[in-house]
């Protein structure tokens, strides 16, 4: 005979069931499962005053790093900035035929660069071999006349500024034959007008920033270093009276305000962080220099 089947339970009839032999709730099984909670105490005063001492020495041992690596920023900032300033000057002079003059100066530790262009495309001053510049300098000085206070010039761009630099410095001598290994190592030819640095001369073309201002007061900047290009590209530093001598090199050479600094010439030149910039006056081809 087959067996009756068996009476269907409903789920409460099977849990109850199951749970004869002694079940645990849902809210006794949430209690007694759930880990114990730790109690974490907080750092003591001794284990901070370690923390910061400890933070401390390294921020004084790695700001001279931080000072460095900003140095070399603004060297390279500069060095590639004014190349481009100088590779622009020239371009224009020869496009539109006329003379551009780049200036530059030094102020609260920072390098400032303009270039202005002659308007007529004129130089307006004379090849001298003495006093060269007067009339440049009269333009400036005699109010009767048009070009007063600059007025033959106009401004090729805005003024730039080069912070925490030097550039009036003179590296000396550092030739490839005596330093073959060296990436300082380029030729310098003897003179007094291959060089920008501080040689103490003055340029027989200065010019003040902004553009209208006098020679003597009320400008902002004024620059009396300055290269000019010729409607040709070639460049000279034009001085009071080296008439129209073209040098072999012009050079310009720049030095951090701190960090490693090279030490006085004629000792190695291959320390510190500084930057040279050679033009070649005739091609117009620049080379950097550095370390």
Same mark, same amino acid.
């Given at each position: 005979?087959?067996?009756?089947?068996?009476? /269907?339970?409903? $789920?409460?009839?099977?849990?109850?069931? &199951?749970? =004869?032999? +002694?079940? *645990?709730? %849902?809210?006794?099984?949430?209690?007694?499962?759930?880990?114990?909670?730790?109690?974490?105490?907080?750092?003591?005063?001794?284990?901070?005053?370690?923390?910061?001492?400890?933070?401390?020495?390294?921020?004084?041992?790695?700001?001279?790093?931080?000072?460095?690596?900003?140095?070399?920023?603004?060297?390279?900032?500069?060095?590639?900035?004014?190349?481009?300033?100088?590779?622009?000057?020239?371009?224009?002079?020869?496009?539109?035929?006329?003379?551009?003059?780049?200036?530059?100066?030094?102020?609260?530790?920072?390098?400032?660069?303009?270039?202005?262009?002659?308007?007529?495309?004129?130089?307006?001053?004379?090849?001298?071999?003495?006093?060269?510049?007067?009339?440049?300098?009269?333009?400036?000085?005699? /109010?009767?006349? $048009?070009?007063?206070?600059?007025?033959? &010039?106009? =401004?090729? +761009?805005? *003024?730039? %500024?080069?912070?925490?630099?030097?550039?009036?410095?003179?590296?000396?001598?550092?030739?490839?034959?005596?330093?073959?290994?060296?990436?300082?190592?380029?030729?310098?030819?003897?003179?007094?007008?291959?060089?920008?640095?501080?040689?103490?001369?003055?340029?027989?073309?200065?010019?003040?920033?902004?553009?209208?201002?006098?020679?003597?007061?009320?400008?902002?900047?004024?620059?009396?270093?300055?290269?000019?290009?010729?409607?040709?590209?070639?460049?000279?530093?034009?001085?009071?009276?080296?008439?129209?001598?073209?040098?072999?090199?012009?050079?310009?050479?720049?030095?951090?305000?701190?960090?490693?600094?090279?030490?006085?010439?004629?000792?190695?030149?291959?320390?510190?962080?500084?930057?040279?910039?050679?033009?070649? $006056?005739?091609?117009?081809?620049?080379?950097?220099?550095?370390?």
């Amino acid at each position: 005979m087959r067996a009756p089947p068996s009476t /269907p339970m409903f $789920p409460q009839e099977v849990s109850k069931r &199951l749970c =004869a032999g +002694g079940c *645990l709730s %849902r809210r006794t099984l949430r209690f007694t499962t759930s880990a114990p909670r730790s109690v974490r105490g907080g750092f003591t005063l001794l284990e901070l005053l370690i923390v910061i001492g400890i933070i401390a020495v390294l921020l004084v041992l790695l700001a001279p790093a931080f000072t460095t690596i900003k140095s070399a920023g603004d060297v390279t900032n500069t060095t590639y900035g004014i190349k481009g300033l100088l590779e622009n000057a020239r371009t224009y002079a020869k496009a539109n035929h006329t003379y551009v003059f780049v200036g530059f100066g030094e102020v609260n530790s920072s390098v400032v660069v303009a270039v202005v262009a002659s308007k007529d495309g004129t130089r307006h001053f004379q090849y001298l071999t003495s006093g060269q510049g007067s009339d440049w300098q009269s333009n400036y000085a005699d /109010p009767s006349k $048009p070009e007063y206070h600059g007025g033959h &010039l106009v =401004a090729l +761009g805005k *003024l730039e %500024r080069y912070e925490n630099l030097h550039f009036l410095v003179d590296f000396g001598p550092w030739a490839p034959a005596d330093h073959p290994n060296s990436n300082m190592a380029r030729t310098q030819p003897t003179g007094s007008f291959y060089t920008l640095g501080n040689d103490g001369s003055v340029s027989a073309t200065p010019f003040t920033w902004p553009l209208g201002s006098p020679l003597d007061t009320g400008y902002q900047y004024r620059f009396d270093k300055v290269i000019t290009f010729d409607p040709q590209g070639v460049a000279r530093i034009t001085g009071s009276t080296n008439a129209d001598e073209i040098a072999r090199v012009i050079e310009i050479d720049f030095q951090p305000t701190h960090g490693t600094l090279v030490p006085p010439a004629p000792t190695n030149q291959d320390i510190g962080n500084q930057a040279v910039i050679q033009i070649a $006056p005739t091609s117009g081809a620049i080379r950097i220099y550095r370390p």
